[in-house]
């Protein structure tokens, strides 16, 4: 089975300041990660994905993500908060190994960013 | 091009009354998934369509839930004697193919109030 833990409902920033949204997951196989935003009343759009090539992954909007087995964690960062990156972000796994493609989605983080 | 839409937007329901949700993928996708967002449960998966494949319902919540996909394209997701805690938004995917290497793309959901 697997499994992510977003570990802040809730972070809240300054306009150019940096963004850190944290994410730890579990999986018995080699996982795909994503982060996802949703944007009120808006639907789900892919930020960036991870499956199994480079480490460090860059996404829309200047995201990046890095996944690190040792620590199973696939934390999303900005180095200058917009605005518009006001939203709520979700992190994402899916059980690698075979072509199944349920997402199992963490809690979500919300982002409130301040000007 | 047109991107995944589902139908009604909205839906107002009196508890024990059926609804039938409708989502049409992109043209081409051959998987086609249904997920739940509530309060108290965040993102969760419903059910999983691929292909000519038997769908995956390992996500339904109860047997009052269930799916259908006609042709490889429309699917009809319908509730049957609607509970209040049925009240949700409904999200609709789908991607060229199952497996993580392939981005999901999400409908605008369709938003359940069950009174």
């Known amino acids: 089975a697997q499994s992510v833990t977003q570990l802040d409902s809730h972070v809240s920033v300054s306009e150019g300041t940096p963004v850190l949204l944290r994410c730890n997951y579990s999986s018995s196989y080699s996982p795909s990660l994503f982060w996802y935003v949703q944007h009120p009343n808006k639907g789900l759009q892919l930020l960036l994905k991870?499956?199994?090539?480079?480490?460090l992954v860059k996404g829309i909007n200047g995201f990046e993500a890095e996944f690190k087995k040792s620590e199973t964690s696939f934390h999303l960062t900005k180095p200058s908060a917009h605005m518009s990156d006001a939203a709520e972000y979700f992190c994402?796994?899916?059980?690698?190994?075979?072509?199944?493609?349920?997402?199992?989605f963490g809690q979500g983080t919300i982002l409130t960013v301040h000007p | 091009g047109a991107g995944v839409s589902q139908s009604p937007s909205n839906k107002v329901t009196e508890k024990g009354k059926d609804v039938e949700l409708r989502c049409d993928p992109i043209s081409g996708h051959t998987a086609l998934y249904w997920y739940r967002q509530s309060l108290g449960q965040g993102l969760e998966f419903l059910i999983y369509?691929?292909?000519?494949?038997?769908?995956?319902k390992s996500g339904l919540p109860s047997d009052r839930f269930s799916a259908e996909r006609t042709g490889g394209s429309v699917s009809t997701l319908t509730i049957q004697r609607t509970q209040q805690e049925d009240s949700a938004v409904y999200l609709c995917?789908?991607?060229?193919?199952?497996?993580?290497?392939?981005?999901?793309?999400f409908g605008p959901g369709t938003r359940l109030t069950v009174t």
């Open positions: 995917a789908s991607s060229v193919a199952s497996g993580g290497a392939y981005e999901q793309y």
């Open positions: 369509f691929q292909g000519n494949s038997a769908p995956d």
């Open positions: 994402v796994v899916i059980a690698g190994g075979t072509s199944y493609g349920k997402l199992t």
């Open positions: 991870y499956t199994s090539a480079a480490t």
